[in-house]
């Protein structure tokens, strides 16, 4: 958000204050496209977590304050810029990034920039104590804890959350004559009663799934009790004969990857000449909450038996994301095992099978966050989107907290109508089974030691998957770090492919061609070292998709005339895409 008005100042003579440690807030920032911008829109989702614990967290927080040396150095620093800030003479200034902060009136009103200064430093006090943890020899499970609940509180100090500390918000108030103040409580007030005290997103009604998202012309053409499988009509007159199954994470829809034309990954694979196969989960409830990564794993080989039988090919490839991408691996290792050729090669985008990685994600993998997770989960049968979407969105207050609340409570403004902000609103539940299971993942890193997690009677050995692999991973997302995705590259067996996107989680995977801010990084055979890599990668500028696709295409054999119609006689059209269990329907078994 670009606050670009201010409240009439006092000229003065005072030479705006130069940016001052840089560190104290805008790392969070770096590389992050404009908010304003469908491409820069922070989205979460994908990834099962835990729920936070309150007596952990406070828990953390104590042990980060009870520091004497660190506190007392801190409460010295904080001393000294009060004074300075107080005689005008402090240099602390926002990063330029911070859109919080753009208004003119934070750096040229003496008062603004006081208190602009002021919150910076005890920010950055925060910020430091938080270092000092951590280098104190803190598990480092505990210290993403405690910075997640030290970034939330920062966030919600900021002045630019009050109306009096807002000037963009007093300059719209004073120019709307007040309409932006009773437009914004009016949207406080719906908040409240419809949102569960959270500022809304997005403006869920201006999207229709399979309306306006979700369009790429198709068919279901296999339905059970977890999945619906839509093949997708092809858009050129021939085709690659080895069918593409793209298995879509447990959690959320999966539209994400069909928005609209022009922003859907489908539609892309489809332009080049790919048959793509969709998986589409239902969305379990309580009485679905038993379903585990057997049900799931077993929903992936018979979505690949579908597609095998309506294109007539012996094998296909596959692409697993986020979370799908785990369920795939378990899937593929069971083939592994039984000498099973039906997968002949397989894509992961931004998927973590090595939790050993440091990640703000292990905040909530810590073992007594846990047990108290699968206790709950177990309880209420599922764990639904708000209870995981409520950690995602504390992950990045800034961004999918206090912005929207800006916006609309204290600007008055209508929420958005983004085509991926409305996916990110329209969750679904996951099984308390799975999410054990998941956390059982996260715990004791199960996937990458051979034997600690068996799948469809199989002990996983990843090393077992030898087929081909395209691995990619998001230079900015913090829920799977790149260098984790990376890691997949090892822990397999067949040759691999690595390609490093730009962006975040979610964001990286609506990327398509065209967009001149995108970037991506191809580089020779993946070693242990993913920095080395890295450091010797070639920069692209671009999408994924298109590394991807060639990949993709030189994997799916010879060109074949593109089917007629869709479908088979095993196999028949049972509804137009995007099908019934994207919108909640489960239709009666015929």
Known sequence: MQLTEGVPVTTTTTTPPRPRRA???????????????????PVEGGEPVAMPSPRGMVRGVAATLAQPRPLAREAVRLGRDALRILRGTDEIAPSPKDARFADPAWSLHPGYRRLAQSYLATTGALDRLVE????GGADWREVEQVRFVLTALSSALAPTNTLPGNPAALKRAFDTAGLSLARGARNMLSDLVHNGGMPSQVDRSAFTVGEDLGVTPGAVVYRDEIVELIQYTPSTPRVRARPLVVVPPPIGRFYFLDLRPGRSLVEYAVSRGLQVFMISWRNPTKAQSEWDLDTYAGGVLSAVDAAREITGSPDVTTLGLCAGGQVMTTALNHLAA???????????AVTLLDFASRAPLGAFSGPRLLDVARRNSRRRGVITARQMGSVFTWMRPDDLVFNYLVRQWLMGEAPPAFDILAWNADGTNLPARLHEQFLDIFQHNALVKPGALTVL??????????VPTFVTGALTDHLTPWHGCYRTTQLLSGPSTFVLSSSGHIQSLVNPPGNPKARYWTGGEPGPDAHAWRAAAEEHTGSWWEPWSEWAIERSGDEVPAPESLGSTAHPVLEAAPGSYVRDRVPARG
């Open 23 to 41: 560190a104290d807030r805008p790392a969070a920032d770096a590389g992050r496209a404009p908010r304003d911008t469908p491409q820069g829109i």
């Open 132 to 135: 000092d943890f951590a280098a």
């Open 338 to 348: 039984q000498g099973d050729e039906r997968v002949a090669a397989a894509g992961y």
């Open 457 to 466: 009677g199989t002990p996983v050995h990843l090393s077992r998957i030898t």
